[in-house]
C-alpha cells in the first residue's frame, strides 16, 4: 500500500543543522514534494517545494534523489523557534485511480538551548 | 496571517447533531481543500474544490459533504456527528487547480468537540 513514513520525533540543540527524511515509495511521476511546518493549533505553513535534486530557499534546504522515492528538508542552524511538527506532502500514485494528496505522519522536532 | 478565514473557531456539539464549518480562501484563490486533524490520524485529506466543482476526493466520510460557492467560499457539512469526529478541520486555498502544484495557504482551523 502506498504510503508516506517520517520518523515521529527528532531532538536537537539550537545551532545546529536538523535533517528530516520522508519516504515516499509511490509518488505521482509528475508532481512536486512539498513540506510544512505546524505549530500547536495552528494551520500549516508552507516551508519548501521541489521536485529532484535540490532546492534552497532563506529558510531550508530540500534534496530528492533521482529515483524520488524519499526527500531531506534541511533546516540550518536550528533556533527554540523551530520546534515544531514538520509533514512532507506528496500526491501518491493508486494506480489509475485519482491520485491522493497524502500528508506524511509528520515529525516533532524538538530543539533544545 | 495566511489570508484564508475559517470560522468558527471552537464548536461543541452532541453526538448525532450537524453543524456547518465555513472557510473564505485567500482573495485569487480559486481552489479549496479540506482536511482533518486528529491525534492519531494525523492530517487527512477529505476534499478538494475548484472554482466551484469537485476536484479530488479523499477520505471523506458518507457523512460529510462540502460545497464551494459562486463566491468561493466552501462549507463543510458534518452530519450524525460521533465522538471520533472530534477534531480539528482545516481549510486551504490555493491559485491551482492540480492537487500539488504551489503551495496551499492553511486557516487557524476549527476545532469540533462531539460530546
Known amino acids: 500500500l502506498a504510503k508516506t513514513t517520517q520518523p515521529i520525533s527528532m531532538d536537537s540543540y539550537e545551532g545546529q543543522e536538523v535533517n528530516i527524511t520522508c519516504s515516499h515509495n509511490?509518488?505521482?511521476?509528475?508532481?512536486?514534494i512539498t513540506w510544512y511546518q505546524q505549530f500547536p493549533s495552528q494551520g500549516p505553513r508552507f516551508i519548501i517545494q521541489?521536485?529532484?535534486t535540490k532546492v534552497t530557499n532563506e529558510v531550508a534546504s530540500l534534496f530528492i534523489p533521482a529515483d524520488r522515492k524519499s526527500s531531506t528538508l534541511s533546516l540550518p542552524r536550528v533556533s527554540l523557534s523551530d520546534t515544531a511538527v514538520y509533514y512532507c506532502?506528496?500526491?501518491?500514485?493508486?494506480?489509475?485511480?485519482?491520485?491522493?494528496?497524502?500528508f506524511g505522519t509528520g515529525t516533532l522536532l524538538a530543539v533544545q538551548p | 496571517d495566511s489570508g484564508v478565514t475559517q470560522t468558527p473557531k471552537h464548536l461543541i456539539t452532541a453526538t448525532g447533531q450537524r453543524v456547518t464549518l465555513r472557510c473564505s480562501p485567500r482573495s485569487g484563490d480559486l481552489s479549496v481543500y479540506w482536511y482533518q486533524q486528529s491525534l492519531d490520524q494525523g492530517l487527512q485529506f477529505l476534499i478538494q474544490y475548484y472554482n466551484g466543482e469537485e476536484r479530488a476526493k479523499g477520505n471523506i466520510l458518507e457523512r460529510f459533504s462540502a460545497q464551494q460557492f459562486p463566491d468561493l467560499h466552501s462549507e463543510l457539512n458534518l452530519s450524525s456527528l460521533e465522538l471520533g469526529d472530534s477534531a480539528l478541520y482545516f481549510c486551504?486555498?490555493?491559485?491551482?487547480?492540480?492537487?500539488?502544484?504551489?503551495?496551499?495557504?492553511f486557516g487557524e482551523g476549527s476545532r469540533l468537540t462531539v460530546l
Open positions: 509511490n509518488i505521482a511521476t509528475n508532481d512536486y
Open positions: 521541489g521536485y529532484k
Open positions: 486551504a486555498s490555493s491559485v491551482y487547480s492540480t492537487v500539488n502544484t504551489g503551495e496551499l495557504f
Open positions: 506532502l506528496v500526491v501518491l500514485n493508486y494506480g489509475g485511480a485519482t491520485n491522493k494528496l497524502i
